[in-house]
């Protein structure tokens, strides 16, 4: 079974960076089958896209945050992060880590979600 | 940019067929999935590919695309079927997402 789980401060202040980490049991990230992306949803609203990373190392990152975002993956660890630069309170947001299956074949699998609050 | 419009809300009774639409310029030609998500939770896949069911995912749940429009049914709805349901599809690379739907069985 896999699983997903996010890690990381859940308190950033603003014009800082937001980093997570989205650790993978069951399933390697090096499977060609697979992509690994960053999703959020900020309280009461819905589903913002944030980007995805592939095993072959192509990442996609959403056009509203892109001059923001740095997604990387570190296979030996079978994790991959998200960086987000220069954050406001606009950014907080329960931001969740997701299994995308290639053929646009939809999320599968998704973690739990972890709440990141930017306030001084 | 491209958007996916969903209604805010909808209300079906219980046993009755929920319809849920999703609007976006020729959706007709991307593959569109849907989410079910229950509050505090993780969203669920409950359709991919306009129609595709995952494992485990009840045959009441049931997906079509066409021209402008794709659309979630939910056939003989249940209580435990209320929830917000997002539609998404991909556009140039990049993973959009509908607004979301609030279904209300009742």
């Known amino acids: 079974q896999v699983q997903l789980k996010e890690s990381g401060p859940g308190l950033v202040k603003p014009s800082q960076t937001l980093s997570l980490t989205c650790s993978v049991s069951?399933?390697?990230?090096?499977?060609?089958?697979?992509?690994w992306s960053w999703i959020r949803q900020p309280a009461g609203k819905g589903l913002e896209w944030i980007g995805r990373?592939?095993?072959?190392?192509?990442?996609h990152y959403s056009p509203s945050l892109m001059s923001r975002i740095t997604i990387s993956a570190d296979t030996s660890k079978n994790l991959f992060s998200l960086n987000l630069s220069s954050v406001t309170a606009a950014d907080t947001a329960v931001y969740y880590c997701a299994r995308g299956r290639i053929a646009d074949s939809g999320s599968d699998y998704w973690g739990q979600g972890t709440l990141v609050t930017v306030s001084s | 940019s491209f958007d996916l419009t969903q209604p805010p809300s909808v209300s079906v009774s219980p046993g009755q067929t929920a319809a849920i639409t999703c609007s976006g310029d020729?959706?007709?030609?991307?593959?569109v999935s849907w989410y079910q998500q229950k509050p505090g939770q993780s969203p669920l896949l409950v359709i991919y590919?306009?129609?595709q069911r995952p494992s485990g995912i009840p045959e009441r749940f049931s997906g079509s695309n066409s021209g402008n429009t794709a659309t979630l049914t939910i056939s003989g709805t249940q209580p435990m079927d209320e929830a917000d349901y997002y539609c998404?599809?991909?556009?140039?690379?990049?993973?959009?997402f509908g607004g979301g739907t609030k279904l209300t069985v009742l």
């Open positions: 590919q306009d129609g």
């Open positions: 998404q599809a991909w556009h140039s690379s990049a993973v959009v």
């Open positions: 990373i592939y095993s072959s190392g192509a990442i």
């Open positions: 020729k959706l007709g030609g991307k593959y």
């Open positions: 069951g399933g390697s990230i090096s499977s060609g089958s697979y992509f």
